[in-house]
């Protein structure tokens, strides 16, 4: 106490903006060693260098002709083999990529795919609710059509959603879908704890 007692004005201001920076400095450090919910951005490399650009954009298949149970159950499946050789028993065979997925195929094998989109455990979401209500798979996935490689390109964190829900970052197809139906607060869907929680 004496020593601060011993400060000339100047000097304590000088020593209260040093210590102010070092905690400033000190809480960015500790804020940047913290992990991010978010995997945002990630793209990793699949056992088949499968594209959506050629598939869902330039063919137009459907999403959910591959990822069955997106109207229908609380999961979007990726796709099994069947699916894909639905129509590589006869296209493009000449491709090394669709020999390996056929000569798999054929020994009942099945891709064992890296999953992109993934929600951690404490977390409950429904695709059929969403889809039900006109959430387009875009909304979510992004334009998945103009990926050569898939990657997540929304944050898909609590306040992401959160903000969807409560009627702030509404897609434009689901507000014209809605109109009318909103709840008092301004909100589209619900928001309590449950809702997405177990």
């Given at each position: 106490m004496r020593f601060f007692a011993s400060l000339t004005t100047?000097?304590?201001i000088i020593a209260g903006v040093v210590v102010s920076c070092l905690l400033v400095l000190l809480a960015w450090v500790a804020y940047?060693?913290?992990?991010?919910?978010?995997?945002q951005g990630y793209s990793p490399e699949q056992p088949i260098p499968f594209s959506h650009q050629i598939h869902a954009g330039q063919y137009k298949i459907d999403c959910k002709y591959?990822?069955?149970g997106a109207e229908t159950s609380q999961h979007a499946s990726i796709p099994s083999m069947n699916v894909c050789m639905n129509c590589h028993k006869a296209v493009k065979t000449e491709s090394p990529w669709i020999q390996k997925l056929t000569k798999m195929y054929e020994e009942g094998k099945a891709i064992e795919w890296i999953r992109i989109h993934e929600l951690p455990d404490h977390v409950r979401f429904n695709h059929s609710r969403h889809v039900k209500k006109g959430v387009s798979c875009q909304t979510?996935?992004?334009?998945?059509?103009?990926?050569?490689?898939?990657?997540?390109?929304?944050?898909?964190?609590?306040?992401?959603?959160?903000?969807?829900?409560?009627?702030?970052?509404?897609?434009?197809?689901?507000?014209?879908?809605?109109?009318?139906?909103?709840?008092?607060?301004?909100?589209?869907?619900?928001?309590d704890c449950a809702t997405c929680h177990y």
């Open positions: 100047a000097q304590k940047s060693m913290m992990p991010t919910a978010s995997n591959c990822h069955v979510c996935h992004g334009d998945v059509g103009g990926m050569q490689k898939v990657f997540q390109s929304a944050p898909l964190v609590m306040g992401w959603c959160l903000n969807c829900h409560r009627g702030r970052s509404v897609p434009e197809n689901v507000k014209r879908l809605l109109e009318g139906q909103e709840k008092e607060d301004g909100s589209i869907a619900p928001f």
